[in-house]
């Protein structure tokens, strides 16, 4: 049965982890650790700047279209933003040069601790499971209600 | 017949590539956007996708295999009209897979990582599935085995269709030839693909002919008007790299344990399906942003 013999030597061919396919492997990894690592270099002093007001808003409309902003508050290390919206919290955070956004109810974003001039705020996703925001003070005071 | 895998010969040409791209977009030769921590999360999801299709991939053999003995007819491995026809077929199949892959959420968990970058360049390409035999699309290509193309014959092809998507993740190339841009997928047409905009979400589905998607009422030109803005509807808030190849299985199973009476429409709902409706899905995105034109529109008319 030729067509038979034919799979199964296809089949043979296919063995995953032979030492070729290792060596494969090695050499395709040091070509990653290579690319990263040129990566690294190419984007040297182009790390995106400090969010200011203007861009966090600009980020927020973006991100949540139509909701209106009742207060914002800019992290101190320009690394992400806390707005209100009506009864919700909108989270930025600094995701390499870019910003993951969710939404929270504003209580819970307020109930979130301090500690070492961080704001952990639980976000209850697996894709962003928390923003972690650099602040002097937590919850604000003026809209902490 | 010697073995043959386009993907594996054309590797040395993805380093090269990458390596050209960052090199000349850092000199301002071309245009194109790369971050360190992003990069190494497409690279090495690239790097270990292979191994992470090992333990299904005896599976998707034996199943091909198996539909092979049970061919319809003989189709010839050495005639070119079988390859002009495999071509074809499976560019076919893989509009099919790739739609459902998105417009489904079980498939979507699987396909979700390969849109995880907020950036658009050629190592976007190599942010390859871990999960994809598991989700076993790989399922939707067995009927070609069945009509009797060799399983070696369909495995070249798909080898085929992958390397050519390859290079149509660039921001390098904007538009080509009017021609090549009304059959082929194109960079242009698959940054579409890729952005995040409600305007373009689950458009052009292509592998290599985009007439599949002027086909089946799933094609969506690049405006110059509206920038494509990469990533994820709620992109991901980590590099962890664990978290970008499982959060959305994570997310699945949470749901299902929630409420598990809900079991099917959490797995075959578009993604952002709730019994409640309380999230949004490609489609209500889509509804609240054409809402929202036709009412920016009379006020621009006001302004005027």
Same mark, same amino acid.
């Given at each position: ?53 203007t861009?966090?808003r600009r980020w927020l409309a973006d991100?949540f279209p139509g909701l209106a902003i ?10 992400? /933003? %806390? =707005? ?6 909108? !989270?930025?955070?600094?995701? *390499? $040069?870019?910003? +993951?956004? #969710? ?5 819970? /974003? %307020? =109930? ?6 961080? !704001?952990?705020?639980?976000? *209850? $996703?697996?894709? +962003?499971? #928390? ?15 | ?196 905009n409600p305007r ?23 405006l110059d008007e509206e920038a ?59 509804a609240q942003w054409a809402a929202r034109q036709a009412q920016a529109k009379p006020a621009e008319r006001e302004a005027a």
């Amino acid at each position: 049965m030729t067509e038979g013999r034919s799979v199964a030597s296809f089949a043979a061919r296919r063995t995953p982890l032979n030492a070729a396919a290792l060596i494969q492997l090695a050499i395709s990894a040091a070509a990653v650790a290579a690319m990263v690592g040129l990566a690294a270099w190419a984007t040297r002093g182009r790390g995106a700047p400090p969010l200011t007001d203007t861009e966090a808003r600009r980020w927020l409309a973006d991100e949540f279209p139509g909701l209106a902003i009742e207060g914002l508050w800019l992290a101190t290390d320009g690394k992400g /933003a %806390v =707005a209100k919206s009506k009864d919700q919290a909108l !989270v930025l955070s600094r995701m *390499g $040069d870019g910003y +993951a956004a #969710r939404r929270l109810a504003w209580s819970q /974003a %307020v =109930a979130a601790g301090l500690k070492d001039g961080r !704001v952990r705020i639980a976000l *209850g $996703d697996p894709g +962003a499971p #928390r923003a972690v925001l650099a602040f002097t003070k937590w919850p604000p005071q003026d809209l902490a209600a | 017949m010697k073995h043959f895998d386009p993907v594996t010969l054309a590797t040395p040409f993805f380093i090269v590539t990458v390596i050209l791209e960052i090199v000349l977009a850092r000199l301002g030769k071309l245009k194109a956007h790369y971050e360190t921590r992003d990069t190494a999360v497409s690279l090495t999801m690239g790097l270990f996708s292979t191994l992470a299709g090992l333990p299904v991939a005896g599976l998707s053999f034996a199943a091909a295999i198996w539909a092979y003995h049970h061919r319809l007819f003989t189709i010839p491995m050495t005639a070119a009209w079988a390859w002009v026809l495999v071509f074809f077929l499976e560019d076919l199949t893989y509009y099919w897979f790739h739609r459902l892959s998105h417009e489904r959420r079980v498939w979507w968990a699987a396909h979700v990582n390969h849109h995880s970058s907020q950036h658009y360049n050629l190592s976007t390409a190599l942010r390859q599935t871990w999960t994809g035999g598991v989700a076993g699309t790989w399922a939707l290509w067995l009927p070609l085995s069945l009509l009797g193309f060799p399983p070696a014959m369909v495995a070249i092809e798909k080898g085929v269709s992958l390397v050519y998507q390859y290079w149509i993740h660039t921001e390098a190339i904007r538009r080509l030839p009017r021609p090549i841009e009304a059959v082929f997928n194109t960079p242009s047409h698959h940054r579409v693909h890729h952005a995040r905009n409600p305007r373009y979400l689950d458009k052009n589905y292509a592998g290599i002919l985009i007439v599949w998607d002027r086909m089946f009422g799933t094609f969506q030109p690049e405006l110059d008007e509206e920038a494509c803005r990469y990533g994820l509807v709620h992109n991901l808030g980590t590099f962890n790299i664990l978290r970008v190849a499982f959060h959305e299985w994570i997310g699945l199973a949470q749901d299902i344990v929630r409420s598990p009476r809900h079991t099917l429409g959490w797995l075959f709902g578009a993604p952002g399906w709730t019994p409640d409706g309380s999230r949004d899905t490609s489609a209500t995105l889509k509804a609240q942003w054409a809402a929202r034109q036709a009412q920016a529109k009379p006020a621009e008319r006001e302004a005027a």
